[in-house]
């Protein structure tokens, strides 16, 4: 069986950078009850430890906050492919950001197949206070896109089998 | 006029470090300082919340010190509310605890520490057979055959060969600093996947006695966990021997891995004693194996030793006003009463005020304040904490197992114990550490079994739960030792709600700036002397810098799609 987790990635204790984290929450909110084989992962800012979640996964979904090269949207959705390869997102101890885990993941012939990540610029980062209004508003436009995504591959998975 | 040397970020760690170092005559490193660029200010976020959440927050402070921080947090306020854990939640706290010890050691020897010694890309040069017969004649670690050495280096040049360095895409390869033969690099490149793919491992016995991870569960007066030998939605006999399993692997790996390469990888390095530093050093103590208030109980001694004089362990007491303190001159703060005056956490202000240069900046006024981190002083003494404090006092006491090891280990590099006052001595410490909190593991699994067959099943005691139980006002003082060192937690309590909250973390006694005497920090004391190779690339100062684990604030890192450069190292 295809194995999905989501991992929220971010600091919850400054603002926006934390949007990861609380569209996670809210998403398993949503879709727990319905999907109980999804893995929903409250990742904070944990860097290499979240290789396990990464490596596990046949499907990947992550939500983080982002600066896109172009602002062009509101809600940022890459595919696979459309992932930069060097994503340079200092969020452990060891340095091991986004990119270097999906690096050694690759190292370790661990790769998902699929893996999307769905995010938005964050407007906040002030310490303390939660999201910002502007990424409030588009936490529910982030989570149903999300939805979709795993309503397609739990679909995919029901096909398959 | 002198080079100065900037490096910001320092690479490979958590949140964000400064150096600026000044070299003088043959690019000897002559003054070094130290800055925390991104101001941490839970104490803030904490004031006028439920004590019992603290920790919730507290844990989110750091990308890995989650459990720490935790720890830490519930003990503050079980020790200003008088709360007594029961056995097996001090028992099942101990084990979590020394969990996360071994594999924040062990990640952090593979990856974050053994490339300022390890050359990638020589190992592509490397001679499987002799990988292989070199790996076989320093450990009976089965994975060493010719055939998986080569496998190993196939894999290894596809991957540079993609350009995608990913993880290994920082480094100084190449560089004159680096000592190992090609086979000693392929071995060590082997051992750094290995980690990466055993540590997964370790930290489900945080997952077994936490509920979750990353971010376990912590509870004010015990563990949250159910334990039931009979039940199955309990942490049962079978969860029970699969921790009993994971700790067997663990304390094979580090036997058969770590230390050995330890060993070999400094045998080569045995010349470059540079790093020591102040020749100070702190610890709280952990590892209560009775209540957490008698520091007697600690299996890791509470003490102090200062100029490297192992005769005297000196006692220390984080609840005297004089003793812990922290001061302003050099940091971005102000004091009500003048930032030259030490305040003890329980007296903390936390009130920013930054007066450095716009940034993006060249470099900082190193003469006036220069640093997030405020200056923390014991007894007025720059202090370094972390595994060499704790291996160095536990030594001075004659601990026989530590003594035993670090004997053993200063007998096969045949170097004197004066060795230890260095930055492979730091290196060396941490994996001797290891060793040590792998076995404790082993020995509070065996306590806890212990104490679960006499039926007591108490995890927590919630007696005072309750805010209308506690006394109107209440002071606490928590405390664990980090991974990377003493971590302090000061509460004060008002009305059932926090009315100051203090942390004092391990990395600002490292990383501190300089006090108003003009005494630096650790970090600055040990780069002092150090002689650069290649100014342009300061592999010595990460060495010396990492070798100490340094965790500043998780800062607000966003992705970045642009692919922007992420160290600068400049010479201004």
Known sequence: MKKINVIGLGNVLFGDEGFGVEAVRLLERKCAASMPDVRFIDGGTQGIYLLDYIESADSLLIFDAIIPAE????????????????IHRKMSSHQMGLSELLSVARLHGKVPSSIVLVGIPPKNLELGGGLSPAAERLLSEAVEEGRSILEAWTEDRVEKQ | MAEKIVVDPIPRIEGHLRIEAKLGENNVIEDAFSSGTMWRGIEIILKGRDPRDAWAFAERICGVCTTVHALASVRCVEDALGIEVPPNGRIIRNLMNATQQTQDHLVHFYHLHALDWVDVVSALKADPKQASAIAQAISPWPKSSVGYFKDLQQRLVGFVESGQLGIFSNGYWGHSAYKLPAEVNLIAVAHYLEALEFQKEIVKIHTVFGGKNPHPNYLVGGMACAIDPNRNTAINIETLSMVRRIIDETITFIDQV????????????????????????????????QSVHDASSLLWPRGAILDKDLSTVHDVDPRDMNQVTEEVSH??????????????????????KYTGPKPPFEHLDTEKKYSWLKTPRWKDNPMEVGPLARVLLQYAKNDPMITETVNAVLGKLEVGP??????????????????QTAGFMRHFYDQLIENVKTGDYRTADTRLWDPSRWPK??????????????????????????????????STWNASPRDSKGEVGAYESALRGTPMADPEKPLEILRTVHSFDPCLACASHVL??????????TIV
């Open chain 2, 473 to 506: 006002d209440a002071k606490g003082f928590g405390y664990t030792e980090a991974p990377r060192g003493a971590l302090g937690h000061w509460i004060h309590i008002r009305d059932g709600k926090i009315e100051d909250y203090q942390i004092v973390v391990p």
């Open chain 2, 258 to 289: 770590y230390i050995p390469d330890l060993i070999a990888i400094a045998g080569f390095y045995k010349d470059w004693l540079y790093g020591g530093g102040l020749g100070n050093y702190l610890s709280y103590g952990d590892f209560p194996e």
């Open chain 2, 418 to 435: 004066e060795a230890l006052f260095s930055t492979l001595g730091r290196t060396a410490a941490r994996g001797i550490e290891c060793k």
């Open chain 2, 331 to 352: 940091s971005w703060y102000t004091y009500a009463n003048g930032d030259e005056k030490g305040l003890h956490p329980w007296e903390g202000e936390t009130s920013p």
């Open chain 2, 560 to 569: 970045d799609m642009n692919g922007e450069e992420i160290t600068r190292v």
């Open chain 1, 71 to 86: 602002y062009d949207r509101e809600v940022y959705v890459y595919r696979d492919d459309e992932l930069p390869a060097f």
